[in-house]
């Protein structure tokens, strides 16, 4: 049980951070995290996705025009400069393998964000970016696909988690101090009756 609570608190602590500090993050550091997806179930066992790491200043600031950021606050345009990512992981699949990761991104990724709390960094998926600029300024080869981009440094930000109001509201806000709150479903609405 002991080890279960363990699992429990650091998914509880592996939130989207969006807000970093101006610290850097070693190139084994990053390796150790794309080395966790070795461990991940694989559709097929095909492992097909591939990663490309991204720690250089110039290259983080050459992406981060192409990304976009928490949807939901919709009078913020991101991350200002001081707060920035420090370094990047683009999730890539290789198409010479298959066309059809299944669902090995979204294991992959989660295993990444879960590394990354454990190390004390925070990380946001990002879905919404331009992967032809991506592509460009990172020189991908024709066939890595970009599907995400992980963005990682040090959390410079609160996150608190709460129930969902009855209203059933589920976008994230900040509140006027700058704490970022994350509406969750309660257990009762996950779990369908028999």
């Known amino acids: 049980m002991e080890e279960f609570d363990k699992l429990r608190q650091l998914l509880i602590a592996d939130r989207s951070v969006r807000r970093f500090r101006q610290q850097p993050i070693g190139r084994e550091t990053l390796h150790s995290l794309v080395e966790l997806t070795r461990y991940c179930a ?42 920035r990512p420090v370094a990047y992981l683009v999730q890539c699949l290789d198409t010479a393998l298959t066309t059809n990761c299944l669902c090995d991104d979204g294991l992959q990724l989660q295993a990444i ?68 709150h994350v509406p969750k479903r309660k257990l009762s609405q996950l779990i369908i009756s028999d």
């Open 42 to 83: 694989s559709g097929r066992n095909l492992q097909p996705l591939r990663y490309r790491i991204v720690s250089d200043p110039e290259q983080c600031s050459d992406i981060f025009p192409y990304t976009k950021w928490a949807g939901y606050l919709t009078d913020w345009d991101g991350p200002a400069l001081e707060e």
């Open 113 to 180: 964000t879960l590394g990354a709390t454990a190390l004390g960094l925070g990380a946001c998926i990002i879905k919404s970016f331009n992967a032809e600029r991506i592509c460009s300024i990172l020189s991908l080869p024709e066939h890595l696909r970009p599907l995400y981009v992980v963005a990682l440094g040090y959390p410079a930000e609160k996150i608190e988690l709460e129930d969902m109001a009855a209203d059933g509201d589920f976008r994230y806000y900040r509140t006027p101090n700058q704490i970022h």
